[in-house]
Every structure is written in structure tokens, then in C-alpha cells.
């Protein structure tokens, strides 16, 4: 399966320059969060496959303007072609503001999905907008990352993670891929396009 996963920016080259054709091949499209709301919709009606998101902690906007016939996929386990995806967006607390949580509060959110962990005897893909503590995150609260993702990651052992909020040109050399264990480690800034059984996928994702 080819996944569009987008995150923090929106891509001129799929938005202002849009053709169908770039679209060719994909089969599924997952934002990571912040992005503006009228982009995701704008995929969504003019591509044929579903668009899931979770959000970002810049997404309060979307209480009043949602994605329009896009899913979110907050707090659930959705299974797409037999592949079970889990998503938990927003950032550590830094700021008042709504999809920002302390530590301690998204270890709450992970408490309540055992039911579904256990239903769907775990998952294939987390989708996050914060990425995993000390795994492609800032030592600033605000970019850090969460430590309850390492143990989901540990846990289930996820082939992918998805995740946004730290932009490639923040300047900190933050990676588009990395591997921890045996999980296939996505940075979505902007966009990136991988095939989900590639066997050679760090040399190929884009």
C-alpha cells in the first residue's frame, strides 16, 4: 500500500500546483496535523482514496472548520485494507490551548485504548503529531516529544510511526527517516510517499 503522509506545511507542489496525476498510485493519505483544514479537504475531494488526520497543536481551528469528508482517527484504532492504524495527535503542553498534553495526561489517553489494543491485538500503524521522546524530537517542551510513544512502540512493536511537528528547516538536522527497533520512523513535514512493503524503504521514501 502507498501512503501520502503530510504534516506542519502545506505543499505548493500538491496545492497550488495541483494535477491528479500526482495523486497516481496512492492509496491512502494520513496528515500528522497543522495543517490547514480547506487543504486536507481540498485532497480529499480531488483524489479517489480516504484522508485521515489527527490533529496538531495548531488545530484549534478545526472546532469551527473541519476537514471536510476527511476521518479523524483521534483516541481509535481504524483498519484500512486490513491495516490497523492508531492515532494520537497533539503536543506536549506548553502553552493554554486545546491538543496539548502533559506527559501524564496522554499516558490517560493511552490507558483508555486497551480495550481496542486488545480487540485488534495491537496495531501496524501509529500516527502521531508530536514525534517519540528522544527519537527525532527538541530538547524544548514545546518540540519535546512523549515518552508513552517509545512504550507503544516497544509494546506492539508498530512497523511505522508517523509523526509531524518538528520541521525539516528548524535547522536541528531532524531526520525524514529513522528505525528504532524493529519500526520504520516517518518524519511527514510537508509530504513524503512510501510504500508500506517496501523492503528497501530508507532508500526510497521521498
Known sequence: MKILAIADEESKYLWDFFEKSKLDGIDLIISCGDLDPRYLSFLVTLSTVPVLYVHGNHDGKYEKIPPEGCTCIEDEIFVYNGVRILGLGGS????????????????????????????????DILVTHSPAYELNDGRDLPHQGFQVFRTLIEKYKPKFFLHGHVHMSYGRKHKRYDKFLDTHVINACERCVFDTEDENLQEHIR
Open 92 to 123: 506536549m503542553r506548553y502553552r493554554p490551548g486545546p491538543h496539548q498534553y502533559t506527559e501524564k495526561e496522554m499516558r490517560r489517553r493511552v490507558a483508555r485504548l486497551w480495550f481496542q489494543l486488545f480487540r485488534h491485538h495491537g496495531f
